[in-house]
């Protein structure tokens, strides 16, 4: 393997914690390998017997050469303890459900779901479809985030979402309806065609975002995982990376701002042309009166000083009077 002791046996304790057995690599262990006799050969082929059985044997080694491997394998062994506690506290993390469905999208890697959860077959974990994620459904302060499930029906539908994301659909993937302008850039961002989202929450909100809870595959599948062939093609996440917000560093908060003011001017735009369309219609029905009833009487005509009607009287003889 060329791989020195330690590298041998760190790998080794890899292995072993992976299958739920992290002090299998404990101790050292000798054994005996038989040769049995093999099936009937043709004599044209047939090959002698070995003489004797071969016999491998790990040991032989002094008390130092012991306890010094000993310590070896004790520090190897509190390393990958402690790499495997910092991994899981990063799977718990705000980001690591949206980190995963875009490396697996963009990589073109097997998720699914099932039984309320997404499966991320190579990481050998899963979340329930209703975590929520630092994604929000419109680009404002009050908008609702978006679960797991909702991101993962944009990702399957893509194009056809509009068409094809129906109520049940949506209940079944605990996942929200998004509206057709929010989907193409969403749709770019989850598939890595985009380094960032207008959706995405700015970093002083992230905190707003509960903890993810991973759970790890086996109760899902009922039986212990057989690793993909795909999953050696890509390096494993780093613990930074799965606590990370993608893009979030380009999303501002004077974009929600303004998209608030955007939604505020609008709403008094629409109550002001309200309160006028009230006005006048009120200004209507004092002017036609109310339908059944007799309109008002007129105002009193103003009295005339007998100069103004004799004035009256000449004017109105001389307009009829040929020039």
Not at 215 to 244: C, H, Y
């Amino acid at each position: 393997l060329k791989l020195s002791y330690r590298d041998f046996l760190r790998r080794l304790c890899e292995r072993a914690a992976a299958s739920g057995e992290p002090l299998a690599a404990r101790d050292k262990v000798s054994f005996r390998v038989n040769v049995k006799a093999s099936p009937a050969i043709p004599p044209s082929i047939r090959v002698a017997p070995t003489a004797s059985p071969v016999l491998l044997v790990v040991d032989g080694e002094s008390g130092d050469e012991l306890e010094q491997e000993s310590k070896v394998s004790a520090a190897v062994i509190a390393e990958t303890k402690a790499a495997q506690a910092q991994k899981s506290a990063a799977y718990a993390s705000v980001a690591a459900p949206l980190v995963l469905l875009r490396k697996y999208l963009s990589q073109d890697r097997w998720v699914g779901a099932a039984d309320g959860s997404l499966l991320f077959e190579d990481d050998d974990v899963r979340y329930p479809l209703s975590t929520p994620t630092p994604l929000r459904a419109e680009l404002s302060a009050k908008a609702e985030l978006l679960s797991l499930g909702s991101l993962f029906l944009v990702a399957l539908l893509r194009e056809r979402y509009q068409g094809f994301a129906t109520p049940d659909l949506l209940d079944s993937l605990s996942a929200k309806r998004i509206r057709a302008q929010n989907v193409p850039p969403l749709l770019d961002f989850l598939l890595g065609r985009s380094t960032s989202c207008p959706l995405l929450l700015p970093a002083t909100r992230t905190k707003e975002v509960p903890a993810a809870e991973p759970a790890d595959l086996l109760s899902v599948l009922g039986a212990p995982r057989i690793a993909s062939s795909s999953a050696s093609n890509f390096p494993p996440v780093s613990s930074e990376e799965l606590s990370t917000v993608p893009g979030q560093a380009e999303v501002e908060d004077d974009q929600e701002a303004e998209a608030d003011s955007a939604e505020e001017e609008s709403s008094t735009e629409q109550v002001t042309a309200s309160s006028d369309q009230e006005s006048e219609a009120a200004e209507e029905t004092s002017e036609k009166g109310v339908p059944g009833r007799s309109p008002p009487p007129p105002p009193p005509l103003p009295t005339s000083s007998p100069e103004a009607e004799q004035a009256f009287s000449e004017g109105e003889t001389t307009a009829r009077m040929p020039p």
